[in-house]
């Protein structure tokens, strides 16, 4: 391991692009902590606490502790992904999208271009909320327009710079520069949380042997984790041969792989965003009895949530999986390329063998995801340790995490191998997320 990171900087052109990429992420840290102009602070914090739990606590997980704090840097870069996400959808249902998705790189480049405006757009409707909610809760020095301007101002352009510097990651850096920036702001509430777990233990509130069997819970829980990451189904493929002029092509056996967890971490976005819609709407009617009886029902420790939150996982998985990965056109692709599965004919057959084997990879996967992403809150109930410290153990924040860091490894392992060093696995197993 020592000699490999000796490796790692051995080689001058991924020694620039990792400092390159450490100093991009230092400087997004910087920019949660510059408070955008006119809030006072203190109030604001003061009222932050009642927001956790809530689709607010969720966000600010994102953005890295940008948005409790109302940093030009509070909406992260999730209008981004919202809007990428928007494109993606929209690709299954419109032509015109569905053409410039199939066009190659002209295509992807008006995509993104597209993406980039609708990001804008979208960030600055979120600012102007965010506005109006801080207005609401009587933490602006001083309200208005001119207020409102600023904020969408100040965090649309926060929103664009972060897009901008994960650009220059992919460019110039070293992984995916947006999944970096997501994942440190994620990492950043760690010490935090660690702080507090180690008050708690000095306070006699848990003991020594409690603390070590939290810890093995959570190196099991990542070890579990990185399975389901790695997890895949090989489908095994045959290459015509095929003579062109002097040269044949083709004639070779590989493999198609089918993901374990082919939408990642999507299914426990869109469920969290559905789960957490309830609580935030719960706290606008805080005297009504009916709406405090069926919160009750809403509430972490409550198992009618977790399971109700597993099942909106399950379905999420299985409609995400089948937007990103359309059997019909990867046998369409499979018969053009002169390739075929041994014992299935091409075309309509093929499709359909590769749904009955989706659906069946996808069910175990879609469940092992949805218990990573209940666990949190059975340890929070179990242990009563804090939801701060919990999220750390399963839910997003971990696949995150754990996607990221292995798409990180995977492309340092690429520079390594290219010249012939060796790298953090030697057997050379490690696979990015794409």
């Not at 053409?99 to 190659?104: A, E, I, K």
């Not at 029902?297 to 909106?312: P, R, V």
């Not at 999986?321 to 014992?343: C, M, R, S, W, Y």
Request: aromatic share 14%; glycine share 10%.
């Amino acid at each position: 391991m020592i000699q490999t990171f000796r490796n790692i900087f051995k080689i001058p052109d991924l020694r620039k692009r990792i400092l390159f990429t450490f100093g991009i992420l230092a400087l997004c840290r910087v920019g949660t902590h510059i408070v955008t102009p006119g809030i006072d602070t203190a109030a604001l914090q003061n009222i932050w606490q009642q927001a956790q739990g809530t689709l607010f606590g969720l966000y600010d997980l994102f953005a890295g502790g940008a948005f409790s704090k109302a940093a030009v840097f509070g909406l992260g870069i999730m209008p981004y992904i919202s809007a990428s996400i928007i494109f993606q959808l929209l690709g299954a249902v419109w032509p015109t999208i569905q053409r410039l998705q199939q066009s190659g790189e002209e295509g992807r480049k008006k995509i993104t271009q597209y993406t980039r405006y609708f990001t804008l757009a979208l960030s600055a409707m979120q600012a102007f909320g965010v506005a109006i909610w801080l207005e609401s809760q009587n933490v602006v020095v001083n309200p208005g327009l001119g207020f409102k301007l600023l904020t969408m101002v100040s965090m649309a352009a926060g929103t664009m710079l972060l897009m901008w510097l994960g650009e220059q990651i992919d460019d110039r850096g070293i992984g995916n520069g947006i999944s970096l920036i997501i994942m440190v702001n994620i990492m950043a509430g760690f010490p935090s949380v660690l702080m507090q777990e180690w008050i708690e233990l000095a306070n006699d509130n848990r003991s020594l042997l409690e603390e070590l069997f939290l810890v093995g819970i959570a190196f099991a829980i990542i070890a579990g984790v990185v399975a389901l990451t790695q997890g895949q189904r090989k489908i095994p493929v045959q290459y015509a041969k095929r003579v062109v002029g002097r040269k044949v092509y083709g004639g070779v056996n590989t493999h198609f792989p089918l993901r374990v967890n082919t939408a990642g971490v999507m299914p426990i976005i869109f469920a969290q965003a559905i789960m957490f819609v309830p609580n935030t709407l719960f706290t606008a009617f805080p005297d009504s009895d009916t709406v405090n009886w069926i919160a009750q029902f809403f509430q972490f420790d409550s198992i009618f949530y977790w399971f109700f939150y597993g099942l909106i996982i399950v379905f999420f998985t299985y409609f995400y999986t089948a937007i990103i990965l359309n059997p019909v056109e990867v046998a369409d692709n499979l018969k053009k390329q002169g390739g075929f599965i041994p014992g299935v004919r091409p075309g309509k057959k093929t499709a359909e063998y590769l749904d009955g084997i989706l659906t069946r990879v996808t069910l175990p996967g879609s469940i092992a995801l949805a218990f990573v992403a209940i666990i949190p809150y059975i340890l929070v109930k179990l242990f009563n340790i804090s939801y701060g410290y919990a999220s750390f153990f399963g839910g997003t924040g971990l696949l995150i995490i754990v996607g990221v860091a292995l798409d990180f490894i995977q492309q340092v392992e690429s520079h390594l191998y290219i010249r012939h060093y060796e790298g953090f696995s030697r057997s050379g197993r490690i696979r990015g997320r794409r």
